[in-house]
């Protein structure tokens, strides 16, 4: 199924959204009510550029909850069971997100400005919802809204010469997950070592959909001879990274321990998050069933539209969420929740895919 | 632009997705992280026969919100500032929900079981996210979810016909925005009279996703003499009708009052709103800038991806947020928000479209 996808103002565009058009992009998807490029040239051409070369990312889809005020603080570790009490006022933490029952509402990158201002830059769901019902709710003194601040990604080997080109030498000094500032045009931008493959790279937060083109056309006059090109979340490459989609891989049904983040859920001020209480059931009795990567045998699968059952020849113990042919391990990889009594590392099951059944062996992520 | 639009997991299919692509749809939104059908022949002749026939819609994408548990009641009133307290146990209203500063977050349908037990059949935002936030917020004695609940409309003036004859002669008799059981195949599911068209109709909110396709099938078996065919909302006649999108012509930036609905922000339970204070306000100063229909001048315009510029020749007056050439209407019908210097009925003013400026006409909504 390739079907068309129609367009409306509810369907937000990006500030590149013009510049992916011009770069040939041939597919989208919708996140956060927003565009998202999912393939130039094609999936697998744009997995080979990626890891090869370096590749400019428009994800302004990853939206920014800014959090402004004295109870900021209090109000985000609410949100989470990771403990963020020594986080810097330059990092970055991956969080997931949980409501009352511990089930994962998104799976954010918090970006600590100060005590007092932070960012949670989104998965898809709106977000924003609950941290302000939370806030209206306890009545905390703290303000919340979507800035207008888009993330553009820059990936691959070659990322850290294109930084350094077009933003200073020193900016590829960053450490991973640590944030700073960067000049373009006289405005100033946060920049992190960060982003959604595991080639390496950048994410630069541009403050001002008005300032996204310039720097954009700035990456590409310098990346030429770098062989930059417009590129996006490539999902052969994301699944063998391991990285989770929210939306996909899991869900509101489930807890952080299910989706293998367990070593997010520790600390003493884990105890403020709203989701402590049924955290510590979870991790008491254990997840029944847990995230696992899957190598399934035989020929290319087509794209998992909706999930996969996964059997032990007689019964079912699992679905798979996410699913590529992965050239480099020349094998399909991927993503999927398995329950306890199956899901030790080298079992063998099936999974009944369209193309028919297929055997499968339960691996550790990443695909190594 | 017509992007092919790729599909995943977090893009969830509807209990109807496959009969869509039996029926020939042509193209797609993504509405509630769902997949919501646009076109099957084409939006004109989908139109056409959507005011002469019946059609059946897969409206799975408004998704229910259930509220379960003695405080269920008290936390609605809290979302909006319309008066529930009237409501009867077979009523459903449209209830514009803000937060604490008065901004849509949602312009969903409460549907009424008893005091203890609501449906909310929300827009296109997580509002979920809000409710679960506030009840948690607040400690309220109340369980939220998203039930396996998925409406099917059937539209047009045909509807009646229809849903008589199968799921009985008395099911018409039902009035506007009422529900009441039906029963098919030995299972109980709620009908309304409702829809998001004018030309009448009802609503099946489907109880489990196994149930759509044998409801889909009997009302097609049973409409062939009524030349019933697989339709969805149409951009032509939501606009003729005055139909706005959440989304589309109003989003968090615009109170109700802004949208038009400033007849639902009444009654003395509106102080139990939690954006009470903030529409109280407004409604004292008045909103700067209104929803209104504009009568576009010219030959057909393009569909409004974004938003269009409306001028009173010198400088910006407002934006057009959903736009399309009306056969009926013999001009391109609008929505938009103009501010209140020029907001007249009958005032023209210059909407900048893609083809060139164009004259318009302030009218009411509905068109007439």
């Known amino acids: 199924m390739q079907p068309v996808l129609s367009i409306s103002r509810r369907l937000r565009r990006t500030p590149w959204t013009d510049k992916n058009t011009a770069h040939g992009v041939k597919g989208y998807t919708v996140y956060n009510h927003m565009l998202l490029p999912t393939v130039f040239d094609s999936v697998e051409a744009d997995y080979h550029h990626l890891k090869n070369h370096v590749q400019v990312w428009d994800v302004a889809v990853e939206r920014q909850v800014e959090l402004n005020g ?54 898809d769901s709106d977000l924003i919802y609950w941290v302000k019902g939370l806030a209206a709710g306890k009545g905390l003194n703290v303000t919340i809204h979507e800035p207008d601040v888009s993330p553009l990604a820059i990936q691959g080997p070659k990322a850290d010469d294109l930084v350094a080109r077009v933003f200073g030498d020193d900016v590829p000094d960053l450490r991973f997950f640590r944030h700073r500032k960067i000049s373009f045009n006289g405005k100033e931008h946060t920049i992190a070592r960060s982003g959604y493959s595991v080639q390496g790279g950048f994410e630069i937060y541009v403050d001002g959909s008005d300032q996204g083109e310039a720097i954009w056309d700035a990456l590409f006059e310098a990346g030429e001879d770098l062989n930059v090109r417009a590129g996006c979340p490539n999902l052969i490459e994301r699944i063998e990274g391991g990285l989770l989609s929210y939306g996909n ?108 059944d297929r055997e499968a062996t339960i691996c550790k992520l990443p695909f190594k």
Chains 1, 2 share one sequence.
């Open 249 to 356: 891989d899991m869900t509101i049904e489930n807890t952080p321990y299910e989706a293998g983040l367990g070593r997010f859920c520790k600390g003493p001020a884990a105890a403020g998050c709203i989701g402590a209480e049924a955290l510590r059931r979870e991790q008491e009795n254990g997840p029944k069933r847990q995230i696992r990567g899957l190598s399934i045998s035989g020929d290319s699968v087509p794209p998992c539209p909706d999930s996969w059952t996964i059997t032990n020849g007689t019964s079912e113990i699992g679905q798979v969420t996410s699913a590529a042919w992965s050239p480099d391990f020349n094998t399909n990889v991927a993503i999927g929740m398995v329950t306890r009594e199956h899901w030790d590392i080298g079992n063998v099951v099936t999974v009944k895919t369209p193309n028919g």
């Open 70 to 123: 004295p109870d900021a603080a209090r109000l985000i570790q609410m949100l989470t069971p990771r403990d963020l009490t020594k986080m810097k006022d330059d990092q970055c933490y991956y969080i997931p997100v949980v409501d009352e029952n511990g089930g994962m509402l998104n799976d954010p990158v918090a970006v600590k400005h100060d005590e007092n201002r932070w960012w949670i830059s989104i998965a």
